[in-house]
């Protein structure tokens, strides 16, 4: 499977391939124009990387940074065999204890990207040491991870939902044109549950049909965009008249606040 995007800005522009891994991981794969280094975000399994790197399209090509997000295994179970093949540079979370780190980052920090500013936003409630990376170009890129999915959010294996209804609400304020390039292919399951809870949304009928169409096709359904995450995604619609009204009928109880909503979609998901 294999559908990348290219990016605006000429002879240097930024390109994101999914590799797919595991049974429904996607590990980001970015190169820019004819430069001949390589950086993949989330390797949960090291072969599809080595597979690209041998193949035509890595011909030439370094790896030479490795971005986490966080510390669960299928996005670093492939890190040391690349490190040790490839000699890359691992870039991660402050608290992620589950591979060698060589550059550790949290909330706040920048570093560069082929020629682009990256700022690092730090994002638990999946885990606590998740952080995302949100590359500033002519179309922003966010590398997310288990935090936002399309239509959808990580379970809360760690974190609160106060801290995800957080993030949540951080997220939407981004520009709407960002592009969302989440971890796993979860997004038939997760516009199912969001067509439960508002029925009658039309931008959510709209996004099924075109996730089925893109899955029938042989194509992952990301990236997404935020404006689009804004009309379908129940986790970012969490004060939305419709989601309040839906949850008070399924929770039997009107929500007490955002976190409450919040929790309760998050409970109701997992339990769909």
């Not at 940074?65 to 890190?79: A, E, S, Y």
Request: aromatic share 6%; with cysteine; proline share 6%.
């Amino acid at each position: 499977m294999s559908s990348s995007v290219a990016h605006p800005g000429g002879p240097d522009r930024l390109s994101v391939e999914p590799l797919a891994a595991l049974s429904d991981n996607y590990i980001w794969l970015l190169t820019a124009g004819d430069a001949d280094t390589v950086t993949v975000v989330d390797p949960g399994d090291a072969a599809p990387v080595i597979a690209w790197l041998d193949g035509e399209a890595g011909r030439g090509r370094q790896l030479d940074r490795i971005l986490i997000t966080h510390h669960h295994r299928d996005h670093t179970g492939g890190v040391t065999e690349l490190v040790e093949r490839y000699g890359a540079e691992v870039i991660g979370p402050l608290e992620c204890q589950s591979v060698a780190i060589d550059h550790r980052l949290g909330e706040g920090d920048v570093l560069t990207l082929f020629g682009r500013k990256v700022r690092v936003l730090h994002t638990p409630g999946h885990t606590l040491d998740h952080i995302v990376y949100l590359i500033e170009d002519a179309i922003p890129l966010l590398l997310c991870g288990d935090t936002l999915f399309h239509a959808g959010c990580g379970r809360l294996f760690e974190g609160t939902a106060e801290q995800m209804q957080a993030n949540f609400s951080r997220l939407r304020e981004l520009p709407p044109s960002t592009l969302v390039f989440g971890a796993h292919e979860y997004s038939l399951a997760n516009l199912a549950f969001a067509q439960s809870v508002e029925p009658g949304n039309a931008a959510i009928d709209a996004a099924l049909e075109r996730a089925r169409a893109l899955r029938d096709a042989g194509k992952p359904t990301l990236p997404s965009e935020i404006g689009r995450e804004r009309a379908v995604n129940p986790f970012m619609r969490y004060d939305a008249p419709g989601v309040r009204e839906a949850l008070s009928e399924h929770a039997g109880r009107a929500p007490a606040s955002d976190r409450d909503a919040f929790a309760l979609l998050r409970d109701w998901k997992d339990h769909f």
